[in-house]
């Protein structure tokens, strides 16, 4: 089993749908988790970043951590075709230090 | 916002040959770098961890002369991949991160294609 799985999709979506976007995690000394947006052939650049569970929201993009059920989700509002690349959920024992990442799901959204 | 240089960000080269791959920071110190290597439609995959002045920490697995990482200063982390096969064709990234809590920045990534 995976540390970190996670559906690489492709999932595409008309623009101003919400998007769901998930993983699920084996290791429960996870602590810090992370959602990067990576465009074709470029680094992951950082969306959102939580500590332990909870939400997290930061404009249309909205965080979730459940520890108890190993579950992680960012949520996407009112989507726009600039939303489209690849998201990767990545996490961690200790703050950015041997992170795990998901395989990173392909976002498409559509005019 | 602080910037990870990776160069080059594109190799194409023989077998057996090295390719030598660089990541700097350019507005911060780089205390600790890492390298990680991405198939496609697959993970980014922890390379080795690279502390300024000190031998770089291997994940298991992976081969530390095959792909040898120097961290000589705290902009400037190299890896260069020795006797390079069709195998190690892959899209390697590195990120780097000024202090242990900082935040962590990604290079945009250097695709080796060995012929």
């Known amino acids: 089993q995976k540390e970190v799985e996670q559906d690489p999709g492709p999932l595409s979506v008309p623009e101003g749908a919400i998007v769901s976007l998930n993983c699920t995690y084996s290791?429960?000394?996870?602590?810090?988790f992370m959602w990067y947006r990576q465009y074709s052939r470029k680094g992951p650049e950082l969306l959102m970043y939580?500590?332990?569970?909870g939400n997290k929201e930061d404009g249309r993009f909205t965080a979730q951590v459940d520890k108890s059920s190993k579950y992680i989700s960012l949520f996407i509002r009112d989507s726009q075709p600039s939303d489209s690349a690849t998201y990767l959920c990545?996490?961690?024992?200790?703050?950015?230090?041997?992170?795990?990442f998901g395989a990173g799901t392909r976002l498409t959204v559509k005019p | 916002g602080a910037v990870v240089s990776q160069h080059p960000s594109w190799v194409i080269c023989k077998s057996g040959t090295s390719v030598k791959i660089e990541c700097r920071s350019l507005?911060?110190?780089?205390?600790?770098m890492f390298w990680y290597r991405q198939f496609p439609k697959q993970s980014l995959m922890l390379m080795a961890t690279?502390?300024?002045?000190?031998?770089?920490?291997?994940e298991q697995g992976v081969e530390k002369d095959k792909f040898l990482i120097n961290h000589a200063s705290l902009t400037l982390s190299t890896l260069t991949v020795t006797s390079a096969h069709p195998e190690d064709s892959s899209f390697y990234i590195c990120?780097?991160?000024?202090?242990?809590?900082?935040?962590?920045?990604f290079g945009s990534g250097t695709q080796l294609s060995v012929l």
């Open positions: 290791n429960s000394a996870f602590q810090y």
């Open positions: 990120s780097a991160r000024e202090g242990a809590n900082e935040k962590l920045f």
């Open positions: 507005d911060f110190q780089a205390t600790t």
């Open positions: 690279s502390n300024e002045g000190s031998k770089a920490t291997y």
């Open positions: 990545a996490m961690s024992r200790i703050i950015n230090n041997d992170m795990r």
């Open positions: 939580t500590y332990s569970s």
